[in-house]
């Protein structure tokens, strides 16, 4: 199809409707490309919060040393989340 001056629209919502489906599309790419992003930040901040917090409340409060038996058993906990997941 070739662009003649009588095949074109000459309003604004006329070359919207033309172009509907090019924006639509491109608006449902954006979305989704989003969403994913946000998913992975979340994700890496509750990851995050899991594993330096129990640290911070333990050197807060002054409970117990942090030693190599604590932290151990912290990523035990924290990666067997993964673990179960994957299996």
């Given amino acids: 199809m070739t662009a003649t001056p009588t095949n074109l629209p000459t309003t604004l919502g006329g070359h919207f409707k033309r172009r509907a489906p090019a924006y639509l599309g491109g ?41 190599q038996a604590f932290g151990d058993a912290l990523l035990d906990q924290v990666l067997g989340g993964v673990r179960n997941r994957r299996a």
């Fill in 27 to 67: 608006g449902l790419v954006l979305l989704i490309f989003q969403i994913a992003m946000n998913r992975i930040d979340w994700l890496s901040k509750s990851a995050v919060d899991e594993i330096f917090g129990p640290i911070y409340y333990r050197m807060l409060l002054r409970i117990t040393p942090l030693d």
